[in-house]
């Protein structure tokens, strides 16, 4: 909330009292809920929360209401407010609202998500957006007469983080076909379901250095890569596919469209002829049917989408196959590697080791003036806009990306050392120490993993205390998270026996709240621990001895 903004200590007062309170418990008996705190803080000292000021607040951390995650609160909350007069929740009615989906609302109201500031870095995005729309020149494709009847003015851009954090500006409701950025998508597919070794018996893996629908292969024989179409075309006959996209997209729109299927299929001579040449050429797994696996092809091409359910495609890939919004494992985790690799060495047509150079982030753009971009770990975006430059990509979409790159430390090669500064929206503002601390102690509090693996491979002291001297293992132990003292011991290496200010050890904590479990982890974790620290001991005794 604002107050938060405003006040960057007010999280380190508002959890020190928390961390006091629930640590003190053992006297006190005192528990204040993370929905008590969530309430106060939206509040700002007012008795009662109005319905919409709650929904405004949220959006403001880059969640909507309509995000499967939260069905049971919004669904809670509209039949809450049917029950009081002034569309208001006092703090009994906001903890019967929000309490199924807790953690997540709290994670988003701590600017605990991967864009932190997102209300800023949406506003750099709009800039980013109006410039490009500035832009003129490139044609809309005809040669498929049905892309030809799109509006050369349409242009819209949608992005979707890791966390789920959304932001959408321009025409991005307006429905599209994927045309060649269902490439990345299906090669994706088959890798997830036959392995990367099966696929690459029947495909390639380096550009091609040709246009994308050239008649040729490499001197094996294969298609060079599955972002052209000869490889594509192959690809096709390896999958299935429509279910996967709509786990991809988080089941957001993911469409049809025959006209242009008709379209494709009417004017598709050239693909065609590669089919047929790879047919002669034996590409095909044994048993193919080569024109059945053409009409796929171009039916995989006539896909429709809108931007907005695009760049939950793209998120997916950028989270390591997980949606975003689903929280489901859609893609193996090799396949989304070879996928972006892939899109980084080829997916920009004959554009792609320029664009490879400037922008630094795997992508894959479409005739349909589609530009599917990845930021791996962050976020993805789909970017569309008709006009086609003479090598067949968005004229606003490759300014887009050009200009984010240009703003952002997203390229590929922008965290080298001592390369010049950009903007970084992962890093959030503020006392730094403080939220650091806090940050890492709610993660231990509410079990994530994901949270604390990311704080370990930032460099983060794990071992950080509070005013009370208390450590992430503390906290874990405490609340029984075996796996969370597992990563932190084991991972992290961290010291399994520090004392808080009143001698408390981890161990004193899961004793005293019957975590067997957790005691036994560490107990034996202690135990190694003491007797390598005995070994070192003696070994350096030892080596002290040799010298002397």
Not at 218 to 236: F, L, Q, R, S, Y
Not at 244 to 268: C, D
Not at 285 to 305: A, H, K, N, R, W
Request: net charge neutral; with cysteine.
């Amino acid at each position: 909330g604002a107050l938060v903004t405003a006040n960057p200590s007010l999280w380190l007062r508002v959890w020190g009292c928390f961390f006091c309170l629930f640590f003190g418990r053992r006297k006190a008996g005192i528990l204040p809920s993370l929905e008590d705190l969530l309430f106060y803080t939206i509040a700002e000292g007012q008795e009662k929360i109005p319905a919409h000021k709650f929904t405004t607040a949220l959006k403001a951390t880059g969640l909507r209401t309509g995000d499967p995650r939260l069905k049971e609160c919004m669904e809670m909350l509209k039949v809450t407010l049917k029950t009081t007069s002034d569309g208001a929740l006092d703090r009994h009615l906001f903890k019967k609202c929000v309490q199924s989906n807790i953690v997540l609302l709290t994670q988003a109201f701590r600017k605990k998500f991967v864009i932190p500031d997102f209300q800023s870095f949406s506003a750099h995005i709009d800039e980013l957006y109006e410039n490009a729309k500035k832009m003129s020149g490139g044609q809309v494709a005809d040669y498929i007469p049905q892309l030809a009847r799109f509006s050369p003015d349409l242009w819209a851009v949608a992005l979707c983080t890791v966390d789920g954090q959304r932001h959408t500006v321009g025409d991005t409701k307006v429905p599209f076909c994927l045309q060649s950025c269902v490439k990345p998508l299906k090669y994706a597919i088959a890798v997830h379901d036959h392995g990367t070794e099966y696929v690459h018996r029947f495909i390639g893996k380096e550009p091609s250095g040709l246009r994308f629908n050239k008649l040729f292969l490499n001197e094996d024989d294969k298609p060079h890569n599955p972002m052209v179409n000869a490889g594509a075309i192959v690809c096709t006959s390896l999958i299935k596919v429509m279910n996967f996209m709509n786990k991809l997209a988080g089941n957001e729109y993911v469409g049809f469209s025959n006209a242009t299927f008709q379209s494709e299929r009417e004017s598709g001579d050239r693909n065609f002829a590669i089919g047929y040449y790879l047919k002669e050429k034996k590409c095909f797994p044994e048993g193919t049917d080569m024109t059945s696996i053409l009409d796929f092809y171009f039916q995989l091409c006539s896909i429709e989408v809108t931007c907005e359910s695009a760049s939950v495609m793209a998120a997916t890939l950028a989270n390591g196959g997980f949606c975003p919004i689903t929280g489901e494992r859609v893609l193996s985790p090799e396949s989304v590697r070879n996928t972006l690799s892939l899109m980084h060495s080829c997916g920009m047509y004959d554009f792609s080791g320029q664009f490879a150079f400037h922008v630094g982030l795997p992508a894959k753009s479409g005739v349909a003036g589609g530009i599917l971009l990845v930021v791996p770990n962050v976020m993805g975006i789909m970017c569309w806009s008709p006009p086609l430059d003479k090598l067949g990509n968005s004229v606003r979409g490759i300014q887009f990306c050009t200009d984010l790159v240009s703003l952002c430390n997203f390229h590929n090669y922008d965290n080298l050392r001592h390369f010049a500064k950009k903007l970084d929206p992962r890093r959030e503002g503020g006392d730094q120490r403080v939220k650091s601390v806090i940050n890492l102690l709610f993660a231990a509090y509410t079990g994530d993993v994901s949270a604390l693996r990311r704080f370990a491979l930032s460099s983060m002291d794990m071992e950080q205390r509070d005013y009370d001297s208390r450590t992430a293992l503390h906290v874990a132990a405490a609340e029984g998270h075996a796996e969370v003292v597992r990563f932190l011991l084991e991972a992290c290496k961290v010291n399994p026996v520090p004392k808080d200010r009143w001698g408390n050890t981890p161990m004193d904590e899961a004793v005293h709240f019957g975590h067997h479990d957790v005691v036994t982890i560490l107990r034996d974790y202690h135990n190694q621990y003491t007797h390598q620290e005995g070994s070192t001991a003696k070994k350096n005794e030892e080596n002290l001895d040799g010298l002397l």
